[in-house]
């Protein structure tokens, strides 16, 4: 499986953005998550999504902002993210995995995309 995200870019604090990760090769019953990591800290979880039965998961800090979703193809997540923070200043990637029902461990995930930096300003 190889994915390719993409979306992300320069905005002001309460702006939106919206990102996108394809998937390609073996795709079906997928587990995609996205997770960011900020300049000197880990790289933490946001949200997950069960691409078959859209069955979502997200982190505390993005719940109400952050929303992730699917295609109908199942190979594609987006994350649309509003009311920005400089705190979500980060690259983004995307993530994802078979054969795991849900998880928001990073070591779960097996196929990883290139990260997408998302920069907000105060």
């Known amino acids: 499986v190889q994915l390719q995200a993409c979306g992300g870019g320069l905005v002001q604090a309460g702006d939106s953005l919206k990102l996108s990760c394809t998937a390609s090769g073996r795709t079906f019953g997928l587990l995609m998550g996205w997770f960011r990591q900020a300049p000197g800290k880990e790289r933490e979880f946001i949200a997950y999504?069960?691409?078959?039965?859209?069955?979502?998961f997200y982190r505390d800090s993005v719940k109400g902002r952050f929303t992730i979703s699917g295609n109908n193809a199942g190979n594609t997540a987006f994350l649309q993210m509003n009311a920005l923070e400089p705190d979500d200043t980060a690259v983004y990637y995307c993530a994802a995995t078979t054969g795991v029902a849900h998880s928001a461990h990073r070591q779960d995930y097996r196929y990883w995309g290139q990260g997408t930096l998302v920069t907000v300003s105060s």
């Open positions: 999504i069960i691409l078959n039965n859209g069955a979502t």
